[in-house]
């Protein structure tokens, strides 16, 4: 069994940041991308940023400039910096991964979500 456990989220003004974290766990070989989605109340879940084991990134482009992914592969952990908080950036955050198992299984794992929420 594998799964993702966020950390990080909470309460910040408008210009802040703050830094989220996810870290799997289980009977995990590789994991080929992990990343981060978002949903914010009343809308559809997106993908803010991801990071291939290869070290490309993807970005959401209202995150642009203002976020930065980053992983650990020997931690199977993944971060996610934001700067510059906007009270649009509101919303649950989930971890997101694509793992293969020690069986040779793959997988695509969520996380439970953590909470940001930016203050006007």
């Known amino acids: 069994q594998v799964q993702l456990v966020e950390t990080g989220g909470g309460l910040v003004q408008a210009g802040g940041s703050l830094r989220l974290s996810c870290a799997a766990s289980?009977?995990?070989?590789?994991?080929?991308?992990m990343g981060w989605y978002r949903q914010a109340p009343g809308k559809q879940r997106e993908l803010v940023a991801r990071?291939?084991?290869?070290?490309?990134?993807n970005y959401a482009e209202s995150v642009k400039g203002r976020f930065t992914i980053s992983r650990d592969n020997a931690k199977n952990s993944v971060y996610l910096l934001m700067n510059s908080l906007k009270p649009e950036d509101t919303a649950v955050y989930y971890c997101?991964?694509?793992?293969?198992?020690?069986?040779?299984?793959?997988?695509?794992?969520w996380g439970q979500g953590t909470l940001v929420t930016v203050s006007s």
């Open positions: 990071s291939s084991i290869g070290g490309s990134t």
């Open positions: 997101n991964a694509f793992i293969r198992t020690v069986s040779w299984t793959y997988l695509e794992v």
């Open positions: 289980g009977s995990i070989s590789s994991i080929n991308v």
